[in-house]
């Protein structure tokens, strides 16, 4: 074997080497956070966690169903608002976005995007809880929804742009009017990344909570009112987490594995609704 | 005449890529449209179901007339057109989430409701039509896009033909194909021109020679030359029509 062939194996065989090794490095912090996670909370998550509210300070025992049940509430409400806004506006970047409007649509979206979450906490605030003087869940889920609006209009426009333009083309020829063209083969063709940008937008949103802070409060009680304040898991961690108490401090571990692990298992569902149909 | 062509230009932005076609199709007929890369051929196609309009900067002038109708007119919605003039294009097109079957239906489907029974019977006369039908009878529930290249083709055929268009353009329906399927599709074309009217545009002579009743050579985006395909390679009259079938340039 010349030794040019052999130079280039030991060249090829290093790259391959670093690009693992990157790739490790970019996966090993998740496997580090959940580790200590599932270490420092899991030991605290028992029957009574889910079950019960929080108990007065200083006291020990009790749970975080409400800040649960606030959680999942407050991203359903979040959700609902955004993902028809979100998942339109990139339909309309991707298939009429070509002018002027379409160009400034994307800049706001991009700007948006780029916006700390606790500006945008501090507007839902003047928008959604000043004019009616009353902190609500409803205030906080549309605080998430405008957070979540930029990232899925891109993400889907993103998404519907890989689809091969010929596809479109067929549908047209066929008939097809432009809406339709638009929801029933390019939207579906670029379905399982739509789904999974909105995942990815859910996730984000679902661990949030500067935009919160100023909306849906907090609550020590249980309380599904969406009218009424909501205690989320996030909150419930930043005030257990900044307590003084041990007890407090040990909750707090407990509810970021519970957020962690409903945020994994959101994506794990999504990748199954997802999965490829026909196999290619 | 079925289609007629008047004047037709066909424009992107201020580039004139037809200019002034005039172009007869017979009923029942296959026109061959041949002519060198960029002679605007795949472009005046386009104009014949208003798909050229779509792309970015693309508009056409005169007219088209389709059963004595200009489609360019305005009492023509240009979705109506399209479910009128079928379309199958250079690369095989099914429509990836679709089983097989509702890729025969889509355009069906896209007409309104129909029952259940009788689209079965549409799918399965369009699939037969596309000589697809014994290949994929079993897996009708099946991915359209695991089928061959060939066989893909022949789907995006039974697509076309499913809604019952008048009229088909074939936009070098075997450029991507091997010689089996290419021999497949072109014996479709003798076949299938008993139902509809089929305009072909080739790269390849040999196959405008085989299949089409007429052909048409294109050259700069001006038509240069319309006849019988029998006389049009034996004895042209304009020498560029001679000049390309004899492979002197093109």
Known sequence: ?280 | MQLETRRLTALFSRNVIVREVSLPFPRHTVTAIIGPSGCGKSTFLRCLNRMHELSDGGWATGQVMLDGHDIYGGAIEAVDVRRRVGMVFQRPTPFPTMSIYDNVAAGLRVNGRIPRKQMDEVVERALTQAALWDEVKDRLKGSAVALSGGQQQRLCLARAVAPAPEVLLLDEPTASLDPAGTQRIEELCTELKKRYTIVIVTHNMQQAARVSDFTAFFYMGRLIEVGATQQMFTKPNDPQTEAYITGRFG
């Open chain 1, 1 to 280: 074997m010349s030794v040019r062939i052999a130079t280039r194996r030991i060249r090829s065989g290093f790259f391959t080497g670093l690009v693992v090794l990157l790739c490790f490095l970019a996966v090993l912090p998740l496997f580090l956070i959940f580790a200590d996670l599932v270490h420092k909370g899991a030991s605290s998550i028992n029957w009574d966690f889910f079950v019960k509210i929080p108990v007065p300070a200083g006291q020990s025992g009790g749970g975080v169903s409400n800040a649960i049940v606030g959680t999942i509430i407050i991203v359903l409400i979040a959700c609902g608002i955004g993902i028809p806004i979100g998942i339109g506006t990139g339909l309309y970047l991707a298939e009429y976005g070509v002018g002027r409007l379409g160009w400034f649509v994307r800049f706001l979206a991009d700007v948006l995007n780029g916006t700390p979450s606790i500006v945008v906490g501090i507007f839902a605030w003047t928008w959604f809880v000043k004019p009616v003087h009353h902190f609500s869940a409803l205030a906080g889920g549309a605080a998430l929804a405008l957070l979540m609006v930029p990232m899925l209009a891109r993400t889907t426009e993103e998404m519907l742009r890989l689809v091969p333009n010929s596809l479109r083309e067929a549908a047209l020829a066929l008939g097809y009017p432009r809406w339709r063209t638009s929801l029933s083969v390019m939207a579906r063709v670029a379905l399982s990344g739509i789904v999974t940008g909105s995942l990815v937008g859910v996730a984000r949103v679902a661990g949030e909570t500067a935009p919160l802070l100023f909306t849906a409060l907090g609550n020590i009680n249980f309380d599904t009112n969406i009218k009424e304040p909501m205690q989320t898991l996030s909150l419930q961690i930043f005030t257990y987490a900044t307590g003084p108490f041990e007890d407090w401090h040990r909750l707090a571990w407990a509810s970021a594995l519970v957020l962690m692990s409903l945020v994994l298992g959101l994506a794990l569902a999504a990748r199954w609704a997802t999965r490829k149909r026909y196999g290619t």
